[in-house]
């Protein structure tokens, strides 16, 4: 069964770090791309990044760049977000999610994890 | 502001036709492929069309996809009580160089 859990959510101060993970099974995890998808609170999808398969191309929404890293290590089937200079704006669930290209075809999608923001 | 323009609301009886919209710019939907997701309350999104108009396996051909231009539209055919959720159309944004989705419709079934 293919699967994605996500974990390191939690409450943090403006300003502060979190690390995000998602741990990957159930397929080749090396051979798909993979995305951070966040959702505020009653709110809609915003795409966060993305990586390639080896890692060397990565994409990230203008509202994070310089704030948080998108990394993978394909020998532990997982992948990361390293989040600095936290904003209450970041205030989210954060899914993960895979896909065959840098398109927006996730499927399938991990349960979220919340991150909030807030002093 | 999302880069994706979806009407906030949709409704119809159950059997009904319904069509939500989307639309984009020659970067987005003009130049990419257009994905449609379904988010029940409370749980992750569900891919429901990809590639515009294809269906992943397990999804009723109750849901059909399509685009024109810089548009695209969901339709669901033959409305049920459980098709009420969020729906979602994203796509690959050449100028910004990133994933962008809609803002989201709320399909209630009256």
């Known amino acids: 069964e293919v699967q994605l859990v996500e974990s390191g959510g939690g409450l943090v101060q403006p300003g502060g770090s979190l690390r995000l993970s998602c741990a990957a099974s159930?397929?080749?995890?090396?051979?798909?791309?993979m995305s951070w998808v966040r959702q505020a609170p009653g709110k809609g999808l915003e795409w966060v990044a993305n990586i390639r398969q080896d890692g060397n191309e990565i994409y990230y929404v203008d509202s994070v760049k310089g704030r948080f890293t998108i990394s993978r290590d394909n020998t532990k089937n997982s992948f990361y977000l390293q989040m600095n200079s936290l904003r209450a704006e970041d205030t989210a669930v954060y899914y993960c999610?895979?896909?065959?290209?840098?398109?927006?075809?996730?499927?399938?999608w991990g349960q979220g994890t919340l991150v909030t923001v807030s002093s | 502001q999302s880069v994706l323009t979806q009407p906030p609301s949709a409704s119809g009886t159950p059997g009904q036709r319904v069509t939500i919209s989307c639309s984009g710019s020659r970067s987005s939907i003009g130049s990419n492929h257009v994905y449609w997701y379904q988010q029940l309350p409370g749980t992750a999104p569900r891919l429901l069309i990809y590639r515009d108009n294809q269906r992943p396996s397990g999804v009723p051909d109750r849901f059909s996809g399509s685009k024109s231009g810089i548009s695209a539209s969901l339709a669901i055919s033959g409305l049920r009580s459980e098709d009420e959720a969020d729906y979602y159309c994203?796509?690959?944004?050449?100028?910004?160089?990133?994933?962008?989705f809609g803002g989201g419709t709320k399909l209630t079934v009256l």
């Open positions: 994203a796509a690959w944004d050449d100028s910004l160089r990133g994933a962008v």
């Open positions: 999610a895979t896909g065959d290209s840098y398109n927006p075809e996730f499927d399938p």
């Open positions: 159930g397929f080749t995890f090396s051979s798909y791309w």
